[in-house]
């Protein structure tokens, strides 16, 4: 099963910038698109961008399009989310998974096709 973990949240203030980092093990061939996804404490857990693991394909939120930049790295098994621009309401713990969507949609549904999700990194922008 896949197992999943991410890091590079932190304290940051309004207009600042990180890069978070998730590390995949076990995926397979049948993998291949990545996700990250963001949530607050009572809401669902929110879709924020997608990519596939060659590169050639990326989704955005249209609340972070613009700001934040999804990219992969194959050899490393390894999805980065670089957010600039951070504004308070992207305070969330962030996570990543592996999805399945149709890129040529707008606002194409997003399928999670691991239920194993990591523990998460969290990212607070405050001043």
């Known amino acids: 099963q896949v197992q999943l973990t991410e890091s590079g949240g932190g304290l940051v203030q309004p207009g600042g910038s990180l890069r978070l980092s998730c590390v995949v093990f076990?995926?397979?061939?049948?993998?291949?698109?990545m996700g990250w996804f963001r949530q607050t404490p009572g809401k669902d857990r929110e879709f924020v961008a997608a990519?596939?693991?060659?590169?050639?394909?990326?989704k955005y939120a249209d609340s972070v399009k613009g700001r934040f930049t999804i990219s992969s790295d194959d050899p490393k098994n390894t999805v980065y989310l670089q957010m600039n621009m951070l504004k308070p309401e992207d305070t969330a713990v962030y996570y990543c998974?592996?999805?399945?969507?149709?890129?040529?949609?707008?606002?194409?549904?997003?399928?999670?096709?691991?239920?194993?999700w990591g523990q998460g990194t969290q990212v607070t922008v405050s001043s």
């Open positions: 998974n592996t999805v399945v969507l149709n890129f040529l949609l707008t606002k194409p549904d997003i399928g999670i096709t691991n239920t194993n």
């Open positions: 990519i596939t693991w060659n590169g050639g394909s990326t």
């Open positions: 076990g995926r397979t061939s049948r993998d291949h698109t």
